[in-house]
């Protein structure tokens, strides 16, 4: 174990969920944006959040109900440790409700700074399960895609998120993310509540198919078989009304040579492919252009696959 740290700042990064044809399990991070928590050693003991910054949004400061706070007492009661004084400092810098995994970029770095604070007792890996736990404050589910990229970076597949299985794949030299924000509000209840809990044969069958060669195109780095993978059957086609003008966007993004364009998480955030920064730009111009002219604001971003994740600053 290293020495004792008195304060630490560590950063978490946006990610995007589902991928298209990995509903629930499969994510990556990306650079930027992301947030960040100040974790002191205090000489009271326990951990408490005393402050929350970036947010008109009332989140709790009770560790046990917030997303960077649950993980973190889970971790600091199985090293044993419950009685430390920790108190953490949240700096938001994602809009909630975002499709960028803001509530776990929190969960992810909630973990991370308690851990380098303790002088690292556990491994990065080892912390993922907490992170796991502490971003089910948000809504009560139990799934790693948005969370455990966001503390481990890279592309993740997600074998079983009840036992946090998972895998993180290779990522192909070169390629590019571009990522658009709307500045419109998708409750994630509502971008569920328009699931079916049914899916046709022929549609889990196809389903099926593009993950697994898009999982093989990253072992490969076939970026053809990549485009013609990313394309999801079942969650893309009931989310697309949420999102308007969703189509129009996809068939810029892929007349500027996008690998595909489709939804990140629940929306309304949407995300491509590009095999280099100059497609991603000239799409970017052009999908925020077409939003700017139908009144609707925007936040676009353009990275590598953030392969670092989560990281004491």
Request: charged content about 20%; overall charge neutral.
């Amino acid at each position: 174990m290293a020495k004792r740290q008195q304060v630490v700042k560590v950063f978490a990064p946006a990610t995007v969920a589902n991928v298209a044809v990995g509903y629930d399990i499969l994510g990556f991070a990306i650079e930027r944006p992301g947030d960040e928590i100040i974790a002191r050693a205090s000489p009271t003991p326990g951990l408490r959040i005393t402050k929350i910054h970036g947010t008109t949004k009332k989140l709790p400061l009770d560790p046990a109900k917030n997303t960077a706070g649950l993980g973190a007492l889970k971790l600091l009661e199985d090293l044993d440790m419950l009685d430390e004084g920790i108190e953490l400092e949240i700096y938001k810098k994602m809009p909630f409700g975002s499709g960028m995994g803001s509530s776990a970029a929190s969960a992810a770095a909630g973990v991370l700074a308690v851990n380098e604070l303790l002088g690292k007792p556990l491994q990065k890996r080892e912390l993922a399960k907490y992170a796991v736990l502490g971003e089910s404050a948000a809504d009560g589910a139990i799934h790693g895609d948005n969370v455990i990229p966001s503390l481990l970076g890279g592309i993740i597949l997600i074998r079983d998120n009840t036992t946090c299985d998972f895998i993180k794949l290779p990522t192909p030299r070169g390629m590019s993310v571009f990522l658009i924000y709307p500045e419109i509000e998708i409750l994630t209840k509502d971008a569920r509540a328009v699931l079916s809990d049914q899916v046709d044969l022929s549609q889990l069958i196809g389903q099926t198919g593009n993950m697994a060669a898009f999982v093989a195109s990253l072992y490969t780095s076939d970026f053809e078989l990549m485009k013609r993978s990313l394309k999801d059957h079942v969650i893309e086609p009931q989310r697309a009304q949420l999102i308007p003008h969703f189509y129009g966007l996809q068939d810029i993004a892929l007349k500027h040579g996008a690998m595909n364009y489709t939804i990140s998480g629940a929306g309304p955030s949407m995300f491509g492919f590009a095999q280099n920064t100059l497609i991603a730009e000239n799409a970017v111009k052009e999908i925020t252009e077409f939003l700017n002219l139908t009144s609707i604001r925007s936040q676009a971003y353009i990275s590598p696959i953030n392969n670092q994740g989560a990281y004491k600053m």
